[in-house]
DNA sequence: GATTGTGTTCAAAAAGAATTGAACAAACCG
DNA sequence: CGGTTTGTTCAATTCTTTTTGAACACAATC
């Protein structure tokens, strides 16, 4: 679990302090998504700039190493968090933060939520038949209750999460 | 690189496949949350338990050690995941699970995601005044218009997390 | 007031997750 | 082509978090 702040000594010549602070925040916020510290890091990097950045330019600011800005980035995309700027000639890509509230709601409850939803609803139900071979009357019962129970709390979130996404949105 | 003839099993003779299956649930449940295994695994146990259990069912049942199970069971009730049930005598205490989704999750927000809202919604506050000292005009107020929409993400957290808790428990 | 039953705490160990770095691919250019 | 620039992959390493286990506290029992 997560305990208190642990105190930050990057000492990043290259970050502004107003820069680090914000993207503290962020490292922070992803954290309790259960995602890497990297991604805040990048995201929140990206956030404060004007410009669009290339790789190397987060790579560089962040002093984190090519594999794990071009990870962290790909991870971002596939959540889309973060879009490519240009598409300009044949020159190297930049990368700019989406900062639409919905759109990166929605991307993490595609990514990280739904896919436990859909298989958590599967496997309850094989359960419900593995149940009813119990002997036990009383038992039988009980597990049939609470193993429905467990199944309308995921149909219930599969209802819920999106309706949360458009609240956010509006 | 393994040649799978001899691969560990857990192999917990005192849990039904049942039981050992539901619990895998509540533990996929608990890490896409970002909590430590040992808290899926209690509770999964609970949930599928006619009888309210001890301490020392738990540590059996799930052979996991004393120290990790009061723990869990700890982080459980604050979270008010778990209720104790009885306070008979000076007998040893037995837990149940909550199984009110709505109050589930309110926990969750109340002790994991509220905390960290606050706080961010803080620290934004102060980082605004250190935008304003920004020299260049354009990037000063590229600046407070990220900032405020980072302070505008927060507020609506604060104002939707109840509402979805809300949505959750008709 | 010694003993036994319950439960907590916390330093050390183990398990698990993220990061690095070097090797590799692909696209561009002269 | 051969060289350069940009980006990806993945095994090995490093870092973080979780779990363990033994010592401790408390209270009930004999």
Redesign the interface.
């Known amino acids: 679990?997560?305990t208190g702040v642990n105190e930050e000594i990057p000492l990043n010549r290259s970050l502004s302090?107003?820069e680090q602070?914000?993207i503290?925040?962020f490292v922070?916020?992803v954290?309790?998504?259960?995602m890497p510290k990297s991604l805040g890091e990048i995201y929140g990097l990206l956030?404060?700039s004007?410009q669009p950045l290339s790789l190397d330019d987060v790579v560089t600011k962040l002093s984190l190493s090519k594999g794990s800005a071009s990870q962290g980035i790909r991870m971002l995309r596939e959540l889309g968090a973060v879009k490519e700027a240009n598409a300009n000639g044949g020159r190297r890509t930049l990368y700019q933060p989406d900062?639409d509230?919905k759109r990166l709601v929605g991307g993490f409850i595609r990514e990280?939520?739904r896919p436990?939803l859909e298989?958590?609803k599967g496997?309850?139900n094989?359960?419900l038949k593995?149940?009813n071979q119990?002997d036990d009357k009383?038992?039988k019962k009980?597990?049939r209750v609470?193993?429905q129970?467990?199944e309308a709390?995921m149909s219930?979130?599969r209802i819920?999460l999106p309706?949360?996404q458009k609240?956010?949105g509006e």
Chains 1, 2 share one sequence.
């Open positions: 679990m997560k302090e107003l602070q914000v503290d925040v922070d916020g954290k309790v998504l259960g956030f404060l004007q900062v509230l990280q939520v436990h298989s958590g496997k309850v094989e359960l593995v149940a119990e009383e038992l009980f597990y609470r193993l129970k467990l709390w219930r979130g819920v309706l949360l609240l956010l």
